[in-house]
Every structure is written in C-alpha cells, then in structure tokens.
C-alpha cells in the first residue's frame, strides 16, 4: 500500500512495521518496492533499549542485517537523539536515485526522550538534489547513433514513466519516427499503448527478445535494466551488428547489462535531451498493430475478452493495479494514455495488487482507480478490502476467477513438469470473501455487465467489487 | 503451517518457496519459528543459473542473506550436483540443538541435473546425534542447591514441553514439593495445568518478575531463555540472596542470560536427571491457585467467560493454537495435561496462529485440534482456512471477536499513548469471510453454545468455525 | 599498493588474493580503499566447487559476506561460464560514482572451463558512463547564492583532486575571490598550497570547524563529505547564518550530511561549470598565510623542521604517499602544485604508506615518488620495501622516527588518559630492516642531508631510505 | 598472538583494536582462530556515538558485519550501559562449545559512563558450563561398533588435543589396539607421534583418504570435522563398507560431515568414556612407521634434515609454533609428546606463525616454545619479533629459508600451471631484519649448529633467532 501510495503520489512512502516480526510480514511486498525503485521508508519499532541484549520479546536481532537485500540502508540509532538523524538521512537516501526502500529501527524508549534542537534545525532546512544527470559527451554518442541508423527503435522501461519522460519519449517516437517497444516485465506503462508507435511488449525470454530486435540496428532504451528476462534461456543476448544505448539512473543496472553502452543518469531527462536534439525525419511509420479478436463466448470468459470489457468501460485517466497473469499482451488490450497508468509487482512477488490499489487511491484521489487481480493473487492480503472501506478508498475491483494458478500452469508445461493438484484453487467465494470485509460485491453474468460495472466506477465513493468467471 | 506441522509431529518441517517475493511471504511467520527453535527447512526457488547474474525476474539476489538473522544457516548450491549435498546439511543442521530454520536456495535448473550416486549414497546413510547432554559436575551443583534450598521454586520453559520433559518436571516438582512456574512469553505450555503445584505464568517485567522470584531462595530453570521479559522495565532482574539455576539447550541463550548459573545441554535429559537425583521432601505443598470466576453476562462476553467455556467443551488431548491477547492468564484456564499441548507464536508475530491450527491438524492428526484467534490475528492469513478444507483438517476454530486491536490498546495504556482510531478493527463479518473460504461458520449466541461446539468438535471430519461475540 | 596504483594511474586497481585468509590479510588496507572511493577489484580464490559445502582447507565460507561494510558489491558465479561476466561486472561497478572497492570470489576449477564466446564477445564490446553530473537547476542554485555572498568561501575535498577540477578550483577561486580550505581529514591535496587563496585545512572537531566558518556567509563545498570530522565534539555543526552548498557524486554522503543544500554529481565538472558561471570580483585578496618558523636544532628534530627540509629537496611534480601524524598543519609545509600530488590513508588505517608508495611509483612512473612515514606505520607492512627494490621503484623514503605512537598520545591528552607504555615503540632499528629487505638506507645527521638525500631521489632508479631521527 | 596466548593458557583470549581499520588489519589472522575454535574476545573500538551516523573518520561502519563470516556474534551495544553486558556476554559465548572468536564493537564515550551496579553485581557472579556431552544412547553404537569391528582405525583432530582428550586417546590405542591418525589440515597435534599405534597424517585429497581407510571397516574420529581436505578430487569419501563415527562439539561440523554417523558433544569427554567401556583385545600391535632417513648434505639443507636436526635438539614438552610447508610429514619428525605441543595456522592464513610464537611464550610461560617458521611465513608481521624483545619472550626462532613460495610452487606444480616468477622470493636477509627488530640472529653453517642452537633454547631468557638455508 506505502509502495502503490508513493508511486502515484510522487512523494516517499512512510511505513511503521512492528518489529521483526512485522517486518517479515511486509518483506513479500518490499522485493517489489526494491525491484521497482520506489523511495519507501520502511521504520520498524524495536524493544526497549535495555531489554535488546536480552532478546526480550520482540527484539528486532540485528535489525540492520533483517532486510539486508532489498533495502538501500539499513540503519538504528546508537542514541536516542540521532533517530531524527538516521530519519531524514533515511527519507533523503530513499529519494536518490537509484529510488529504492530504506530501514529504519528505533527503540520503543526513544520517542520520550528529547531531541537535539539545532541539529533538528539543520535537518529541517537541509535539501539534496539527487537525480543527477547523463553526462553531454555519452548522451551525444546515443544521438549519433540515432542520426545514423538505417533502422532504430526504442525501447522504454519503468525508469521513463514520469510526466517528463512520458511526453518526451512520444516526442522523440514522432520526431525519430522511432517504433517503440516495453522492455520485458514491465511494473509499469511509459508509453500510449493506442500510439501508432507503440509495438508492445518484448518477450521476456533472451532468446525471443533477440528475435525481435533483431529488425533493428541501434537499440536506444531508457529507463529500464538490461533486460529483465524471466523464460529461461540460453540464447544470445543481442544479434551481431545491432548496437544498443541505454540510458538508466542505477549504476548496478548498468554494469550488469552483459550488451551494449549504458548510459548513467536520469533517463527522463536524458529522453527529454534527446528528443531536442534529434531531426525529423521521413522514415516511414512503424506498423500499426491490432490485437486479435477475443472469442467473447460465456459463461466463463475468454481473458482477452474480459480485458476488452474492462477497457471498453475504464476512463483514459484510470490508474490500473495489476496483478493477473493468465492474458498475453495484457497491457496492448488496455489504452494507457498518460504516465502514473499501470503499476504491476516488479518482482514479481503475489499478494501486491490489492494493497496497491488502495494505496493508488490514496496517494492519487484525483484520478479513479482500477484493480485487475486473478483470484489465486486476491488470497494474500485481503483484509486490503477492509481498507479501502474504512478510508473510503473508491477502487473498481475486477477479480477474474479461473480456479487455478495458472503462472504456475503455464510454466509447469514450459518446463515439461506434469500438472500437479496444487494448481486447482478452485473452492473460493469470491465475492462472500469480500462482503464479509465489508465490500458490495457481485458476479458478472455478462462481459457488458463487466463494462457497465468498470464505467459507473468512475463516480462512485466507495470500493465495488466484481467477479468474472474466467476460463 | 509448517512450523506447527515440525513441532506437532516431532518431525522436521519442510517448506518449498518462491524465490525472494515468495521467502519474503513467509518472513513474518519464520521469526517465530526461529524464537520457538523448530526446525524447519526452507527451500526457496532461484532463478536459472545464467539468468542470476542479470537480476532476471524472480532472481533471489544474495539469497543467503535474505533471511540471515532469523535461520541458523543459509546456503545456495556452487554446482547443481550439491543441491543434495545442502538439503542433507540442511535438515540434519535444523534439527541439531539449538534446533531452528535453515534456508536453502536452489536454482531453477538444478532440478534435472544428475545428482553424484556415490554422494547420494552416503548421504543416505549418515545419521547425526545432536542433542548433547549436559555436563554432570554442572548438574550435580544445580542438585546441591535445590537439596540445600530452604524455599525453591521451578520455572519451566517451552524446551521442557517433551514427552520425557513433561513427565518429568511432574516427577521432579512432586518429588521435591517444588511450585512451578511458567517462564513468561511462554509460546509452550510444559505443565499440567491442573496440578497442585502449578503456580501459573510469570509476568514479563523485569520487576514484577523479581518480586515473585523474590519468596524463593533458590530457582531452577529448564528450557526456558532467562528471561523473555516484554513489558518494558528497568528493575532489577533478581532480589540478591535468590540463586538461579538454569538448562538450555541453547549456547546463544546461555551467554544471553543476565543472571544465574547456566548449564548447556538437553532440558528434557537434565529434568529426567535430577529428578531421579533428588529426594522426597516434605516440604509443605505450594497452594492451590483457582482463577477468578469470570463474569458470564452477554451478550459480548468477557475473554475469561469464553476460556471457561472453551475449556469446559475441550478435550484433554486437544492441542491448541492460540494468538489471542485479550485475557490474563489465558493459559491459567485452560486444562492442559499432557506434553505438545498449547502452541503461540513464540515471538509474538502476528498472522501464525490460523495456519498453524491446520499445521497442528496434519501433523498430528491423532488429536483434536482447536485454535483460539482473534478477529485481528484472524486476517493475516484468512486463505488458511481454504486449506483446512482442501485438505480436510478438521479443526474448531473459535474466534474471538471484540472489534478492536486489544493488545495494542493494552500497550497504549502503559505507555500513556493516547488511544487512536488504528485500535478499531469493527466492520469484518468473521463468519462470511470463513464461509467465503469453504468453512461452515456461525456467530454464537451464548457461552453454552461455545461449550456445545467444542466439545462436539473431537468427532468431525471438516473444519468448523464459531465466531464468539467479546468485550 | 593497488589501490595507491589506482589513484596514481587513474584506472581501477586490480587484486587477487588467497581465499578468506588473504582477503583478511587485505582488510585493513581495504577500509582506505573504500574511504577514498578508490575503484579496485579485489579478487580472491575459492577452493574447488565441490570442496565448498565440506568447507576444506581454504574455503572462503559465505564469500560475498567476507567484506560486506566495506565493498559496494561481492559477487560469486553460480557457474564457471559465468566468472567473466561477474568481473566485468565487478570492474565497471568499481568505476561507477561513487567509485570503490568490489569484491568477486572464484572457485580454483574454474579457471580450466570455458567461457561462452558470445558473452564474452559481448563484454569486450560493451561501455559504461558512469560519471552523471549535477543538474543545472540545482547548481543554479549554488551560483546565485555565490553571487549575492558577502563572504563566501570553498572548501575542497578529495573527489576535487582530479585534473580538471584542480584547475577549475583555481580559476573559481581566482574569478571569485574566495578564500580556499581544505576538507578535514583529508586523504589527497585538491588545491596548490601556495596558491594566495589557500588558507589550510579544516579543523577535524565540529566545534573548532564551525568556528572557522563562522567568518563567512557562504560556504560552497566539492568532492568531500560534510564533514569528516575527527576529534570528537558535541558542538554544533555550523552558525546560524551560515549557508552551505555541497556538491559529490555520493548519494551517501550527500544523504548523510547534517547540513546544508547538497547536490549529487561529479564535482570536477560541477566545479568547471561553477568556474564558468561566476564573473570576476574585485573582492580583497584573502589574507596569505605563513607557517611559523620551525626550531631547526637537533640532534633530534622537530616534525616542523623535517617537512621543511623535506620540501626544499623535493620537486614540485612529486608524489607523496604520506602515513605520518606527528605535525600539525602537515600538509602546509609541502608545495603542492598539480593535481595527484598527496594521498593518505583515507580512513585512518594504519599500514597504507609504505606499500601505497610503490603502488604510486608503479602507476605512475613518470613522477618522482617520496614516502613520508613514520617509525611506527612502518612496522605493519616491511615487505613492501622488498617489493620496491624487485620491481625496481625508485621510492625515496623518509622515515622520521620519534620512537613512539604520537597519534596515540595526543588522543591520550585529550581524552584525559594517563599516558601508558604502549606508546614507546622504541627499539627497532629502522635501518637494519630496510637493509634486511633489500633497500640502501642510512640514518640522517642533519637537516640539510634529509633535503640533499630528497633532492637526489628525482634521477635515481632504486628505492632509497632515510631515517630522521625526531623528537 | 592472542589466539595462541588463548590456546597455550586454556583461557579466552582478549584482543583489542582499532575501529574497521584495526579489525582489518586482524582479520587474517582472525580466519585461523575460527577455523581453530579457538575462544578469543575481539574488541573494536568505535567513534564517539554522536559521531558514528556522519561516518566520521574512524567510524566503523555496520560494525556487526564486519567480520560476518568469521565469528560466531558480533555486537554493539545500544546503551554505554550495556557494554559490560555485551563483554560478558561475549567472553561467554566465545567459551561455548563450540568455542570461538567473537566480536564487540564499544563506542569511544562510553568509557566515562557509569555501569548499572545491579547488572554488573549479577554479571560477575553467572556463570555458564558450556561444554555438553554425548548423550549415551549415541557413544553405546559407536562402541558396539568398535567392539564388533574386524579390522577398527582411531582419527584424531584439534578438538582432542586437552590433556583428558590426549590421555585418553592414549588409553584407548592401547585398550583396543587401534592404529591412530591424525586428520588432515591438522592446527593442533593430538597424538603422541612416538607412540607405536601412532600411523601419521591422513592425506588431504579425499580420494588419497580414502585409499588410506580402505584398509579398515570401522573408523572412529575425535575432534576432527569430516574431514578437512584440502587437495581437490572428485573421488569417492570413502569406499563402500567402511563405517565411520566421529564425535564432535560443532554441530556445524557434523551437519557439513558428507559421511558417517556423527555425534555431537565433547570429543574429549567421549574419548574418556569410550575409553573406559571398550575392553582390552589382543589384536596385533600396528605396524611401526619410521621416517626415511634424510639426505643431511649442505650448504643448504633438505627440509627433513632440518626438522630432525630441531628434533633432536628440542625437549619433549616444547610447544612449537608451525608455518613452514616445505616438508612432507612435517609433523611425524617432531616428537610430540603430551597435549598442546603444536600449533599450526588452522586456516591455513599466512602470517599467523610468528606473532602465535610469542602468543604462546606469553600464554604458558612454563614450557620452552620454538617457532618454525618459513622465509615467506615470516614476512607478513615481523614485528612480533619486537614483541618478544619488549615482553622478554624466549622464543627459539627457527626461520628455513629456501628464497622460494615453495607452497604456491607444489601447488603449481599440481594444477599444471608454469612456474611464474612470484615464485622466486630471495632477497631477504632475514637475521638483518631479526637484528632489526632487535633479536639476536645469525645464520646456520650445518645441521649441528641448529640442534645446538634448539637445545640452548630452553634456558634462556630472551628471543634468539637462527636462519637455515634449506633447498
């Protein structure tokens, strides 16, 4: 929710965990916040300091070490006093790129204990400018190689998805007549799906991906690692003779790219550079492409058919929790029109979605919100309802329900695994699991149905939830 | 559900994650696994072995340390062949004394690599004894003291509650007419509750702790840290002239120990010794301790009120999960009688209760199982009770529902923290949500109702859930 | 002397070393290493993969644990194939900003597999520009507030020694007016000591520092932490009043200050851009500041005295490696005239100097190297004299030779501590050892042959020695 | 130093140093006293608290990690207060089987604060035993074992060498009439090597072990992990049929052990037991190994000559300081005859040698210590040498000087690699070094003058150092 929160807010999250003990129960959700570089703030209470050598009852045991690969720093105070300290140093850390959580441990006796004045003074005036930028030279190297290409495209990742690198990447497409491609797995959606440039999303297997770019002879990426794979693979990286750019704000993105020449520093101010400083030109439009019809047939629908459904009805300004894996091409069915538009775990890490709606409704009231969630993710968290109830959060909920696990399934018959038992989750009522944490729920008879409930969504002030019968 | 598997079934638990999302799931659950000293192997998947160096999508970046101070070990296989070589480590370390968690990472394309015949072999047949015992001299002086004690008290801790364990402090407490008691935040229950010499739990303040020590001239400890304090206090732990001796199975424990004689080596083994050590005395008997008569009007009804009739409908072979903080001396009420009877999240972490009433249920499923869960404890993990249903585990659960966060507000209190709107959790229907996951449930109309329902509990095939109205 | 080598020669330092032993051996060393943000790729043996899980002879247990506070990554292929693209991770990640220490493992029957010649040919091709620089809106920032100073002053840091920061902080101070101080505990020399504008180091204790810039209104920084105090000090940080800017390429150390408006990104050409932006004052000149005439009487001679005689043999494009700590205002005694001209244990280490010296004449041969080392930091490393006198680098050492642990006893003082025999280290004839290892050396009768013997070191072609005998 | 003053003297030893940088310099040598198990205390100082989140100089950073995999606790404490809580803590975990070093971070103001009297009253009054046994159950089936056995073999490791574990070991070779091995990479020597059951050191290539225990059907090992290789080799561990047990206090150890049926609990203590219920057999006595005769030409000596020439000249109950590779057998040439007489680098870390002479003469000021020591070896802390001048330790230095890495060259030589030129190491004079240091040295010109030289030793009063040219 704290990660979802400050994504669409563009602020850092604040979250207060309860010890160990809740800290463990929010680490599920922080490989997402890590993976996806969201400034969080992740504050633990610790035992009193007397009482920590004892390991009392909810000692946070080296509290540094608990969240070790997920967080930029880790920190407890050695004094009470230096908490406000080790805080805004915290806060500051977060919100440098490369973004990413932080940890924070402070015993329960600090709280009474009195600050220091003028260093609290400090704190409250100090400022950090921490997006620094591409550097001329490197970034006039991308742009030769853009001048030069015979047949050039672009690639963009979460990195991009701000107001600036959202318009300055469609910018650059129009200029460059650049076909435009999502880097593989992507949490989030930095380009208009509807645009005539945008060709979708890459194939998250090394083989496939080089497949495609292999049309090509200069790659440009920004904003996104090189290349979050996740299909096993053994094939190349990259055909010989394609030369990739690629423009990120995390040295470690950087130096694991195993291809091409990587670029550190802000890639939305980097696209916004680039797009100045290229021509136009008259290379022909990158093709249009339409997805394949959905078989729309019932009584359990087609998931290609439910996301037509849900598009039909959604507002171009929705914001779209995700988290449903049983749709190819999910984000080409959807028309994502303007940045802060679709936010997916970026680990890959369940029970995220649902929070995360609740979280983009409260750190973005202006906008309506959308939660797209398989009926296996809705099990992990789903007390979330209830808060969206008591905060009166008015998130759209479409739980599509297959009975199955059906990431598992499908890489089960990648991998040539015979389907096991534990695939069927059949047995759920859906919507009874909702009413009783206090949401109105009811079950699509009919994909306008679906339409009709996601459009009426936009008025609404309260959550509704809607269960589709997938098949 | 696996921690309270191990720990029912005396076997080792053994569970297989997802990589860092799916470890980090199971985070919360894992510190009290570590705090109760079951063994259990947990496995987590990585991704391919190519795709690790990229941080490709479910990559378990420094997996051994993602779980560091909560596992006694971690491990990530060099070749694929070795992956046996660490599970075999793996289970034969978690169950070594101090037994706990171990973690295991094993990349994707380990699983259809040949395995070396001859290690495999080996591995078969080795067999490890690793519970060592403690020393005799050590034991002799603690047998001095508890001879030469004018006034000596027993205090039992959850490494005591074994059968050989529990038998024995019995026959040590009625061969020396020692009082017992429960060391505090005891997430075991190793004496019968019912005994004449059971003089109920410690407190959890150091204090409060050090005045009821203070009647004693002599306390020995078996299995228990000294001491799991919680309530915050800056006395001192023991009124000088009382001598403390303490068994632990545990080193770390030992040298934590602010006070007292401390003996490495089995509990149970040491409580079997010095039993057949000491001589009868006649020492008057402790006195009788009768809790309070509870308060029985409705039509919420008072925790005590409930305990009472939980306990007059048990069984005394039941085995109970319990997360629910609103009665003192909740452990005091109800009849225990025999070893491997009560289990609680040993520290203190929410959400382990509902799946480990089903862990108990599988793992012995020779005896009824009942949980005792908070509405609040309850939504951490609802999907639970799916898998008590899908996998027929037929356990009471009886839910305990006042609307509020009651420990929470309990700290408040003693922390003169003004109470805030976060205390109220009102606005779940406890029965819906459980009949949303496949479980019969029913709102109770009064304690009768309670009593009838547990007690007809020892005979069912499924889960069932009585939700009971509290104060 | 590897990272003193990639200082001097401006490209990463690289070392192998002997599994957790060597690594250990190193350690000392390494904590300089990563104080100076110097890039070095420490690379260390692992026994042979199968080995690993028996922990043989010479397993590095947990290698990417082994260095963890001090390196900004440690690495350990799951694969033999996979050893090329973790060091040409390891090697483009220690170039990063902020550059340091990485730290890669290797198994021993690694190094006969093969690798995979397309992701080799991959890593050969690939680059990375890692350097990002400040944004322009926040540099703005820092030039409007120089302009409208009253008072304004720099502070350099060690991230400023480079070539072009150097000059631009000549060209800023001169277009500016500003009075010039060098950043506490300052482990390279970023400005020419006899430049008109220098005005000396900072102090090292809060309180002494904040009294220095209490003469100014504006404080601009480059290239060092804020600050890196030493003596401790409660005092606060710097008046009311006073602004601070800062401008590195660590998001730590800007996260970290206590103070101030920091700016993230390279401070050379944040420098270089400042240097451009401002326009010409006619401020008065700062006032020029001489060290005070030193005792020149011997037979025993005053710190002041042998830096003095030192610098009048040395020449000006010398390279000093300095582990010394016996003068106050040291490095005010030394011309420093270009860039690269100092460097000191970066965080206090004891046992850098000698072998940084080699290390300097090995990465740099074109200039002339002098060591200024003290009787004691001698001791920790003897060998690097052999080293100097094999690979034929013409060090000239100074050795000044006090007898006892200076730096020890001025703590002692100020901390109040009764002075202890620890700190006579008298005894060792410094000589004889350097003769034992190889290196011509003789004991120093006057002032005037420590200046001829430094004068004579620029045209020779072995190491040579002196000793200075100090009071 | 301190981990051989820990080792000769049967206490804990306590080591004190300065902040990361100190504890760096240590950390070599600290990977011997782990892989040792050796109880040492290692203290850090830390910055002043209020200094430590501005990362001041000498701020040891995440102090807790810094030596991560090599001790078995590390803290810092989060009060002043509590710092003689963690000390004591520390002192007694380090002396909890199984034993070794531990780590304790103080801040530089804690010092002046006062202790709460309470704790420390309690502090100094606990005490722990530590050292738990084998429980019976598991010694009666390695007993029966051995009783049953056609054809049984005693291994001995580090964990033996106490004066109950030596004698008993004794006892038990000669009750059952069993050949006894020492176990490869062995630090401690176990066994007296004139004893007839006495059959040498076990080779450290697993498939060349197991060659050597084909011969037996029963192997019973004390104190040893299973088993300390060190020469890789896929073979087998051990051929089918052959049964092993082996008692150990590390349940790390027993976990790792590929092989056999472990018991954990004091190996000394088993000993003794085993000792006492075997009966006595008229198996034939094993055969008597003698050492070939050695080639006693000069000038420079064959490794085996010299060790004889020590040999003859020692007295039995020297304790002997061992780094030195140059020989095979190394240990079978020494007369060893009663417990603690050998101490080797248990990591095999280079530099350990010198430094644990004086440790030793230090720790058991009783007994003549000798240090054999290689020309290598010795260069990594010469200054020991001033340690045992300063603190009049009477080492007999033995320094064999080949001028080459002769340990790196067999390895070489192994591994098929060409000898490359770090091979070659003259150029040292070692006396001149010794002398520099101010011990007395000169160089040996025959066999004759080292057994003198040894034999002399035993009455002195100061160090004395002899250089032996070997081949």
Redesign the interface.
């Known amino acids: 929710m704290a990660d979802a929160y400050a994504q669409a807010s563009g602020t850092i999250g604040f979250l207060n965990l ?15 916040t890590a993976a996806c570089h969201t400034p969080v703030v992740v504050m633990a209470g610790q ?12 000692t946070n ?6 969240c ?3 967080v930029k ?1 880790a ?5 009470p006093e ?1 908490a406000p ?2 805080l805004s ?2 806060l ?2 977060a919100d ?2 490369p973004r990413g959580p932080v940890y924070l441990s402070v ?3 600090d709280w009474d204990k009195p600050a220091n004045e ?2 609290v003074r ?2 409250l ?11 001329q ?2 970034l006039d190297e991308l742009i030769d190689a853009l001048r030069e290409a015979r047949s050039p495209v672009m690639v963009l990742g979460p990195g991009a998805d701000t107001e600036l690198g959202f318009s300055s990447a469609i910018a650059l497409a129009e200029r460059a007549r650049l076909p435009v491609h999502i880097a ?2 992507p949490p989030r959606s930095p380009f208009p799906t509807r645009h005539p440039s945008y060709q979708g999303q890459l194939p ?1 297997a090394a083989g496939a991906l080089a497949d495609v770019l292999s049309a090509y002879d200069v790659v440009v990426a920004f904003g996104a ?1 090189i ?4 299909a ?1 693979s ?1 094939a ?3 055909p010989t003779g394609v030369r990739l750019f690629a423009v990120t ?1 995390d ?16 890639p939305s ?1 980097a696209l916004a550079r680039v797009a100045r400083a290229v021509d136009h030109t008259d290379r022909p439009e990158p093709p249009v492409r339409t997805p394949a019809a959905a078989d729309q047939s019932g009584p359990r629908y087609a998931a290609e058919a439910i996301l037509d459904a849900v598009d039909r009805g959604k507002s171009d300004d929705a914001m779209i929790a995700l988290e449903w894996t049983s749709a190819d091409l999910i984000r080409d069915r959807l028309t994502i029109a303007r940045s802060h538009s679709l936010f997916y ?1 970026a ?5 995220w979605g649902l929070p995360a709606a609740v979280g983009l409704g409260l750190g973005c009231p202006d906008r309506p919100v959308l939660a797209l969630i398989g009926d296996g993710a809705m ?2 968290t ?2 979330a309802l ?1 808060s969206a ?2 905060y009166k959060v008015p998130v759209t909920f479409v739980i599509c329900n297959n009975t199955k696990y059906r990431a598992l399934q499908e890489f089960s018959e990648l ?1 040539h695994v015979p389907e096991g038992p534990y695939l069927d ?1 059949s ?12 949401v109105t729920a009811h079950r699509a008879e009919s994909l306008d149905e679906v339409t009709d409930f996601v459009s009426a969504g936009k008025n609404q002030e309260m959550p509704r939830l809607i269960e589709v019968p997938q098949r």
Request: charged share 20%; proline share 9%.
């Open positions: 309860h010890a160990a003990s809740g800290t463990g129960n929010a680490m599920g959700g922080l490989t997402n035992q009193a300091r007397s009482y920590v050598p004892l390991d009392a009852m909810l045991n080296e509290a540094i070490k608990l070790d690969p997920l720093w920190g407890e105070p050695l004094r230096d300290v080790l140093r915290a500051m850390l440098s790129a015993p329960l006796d003028a260093t400090h704190l005036d100090r400022t950090s400018s921490a997006s620094p930028v591409a550097e030279a490197a593989p797995s998250s690692p290349f979050r794979y996740h096993p053994d190349d990286y990259l704000d040295p470690d993105e950087a130096a694991r790219a195993p291809i091409g020449r990587i670029v550190v520093g802000d101010d775990c680990s890959g890490g369940l029970g099990q992990y789903p007390s209830w109830v008591r991998l989750i047995g759920v009522d859906v919507c009874k699991v909702a009413e009783g944490y206090g």
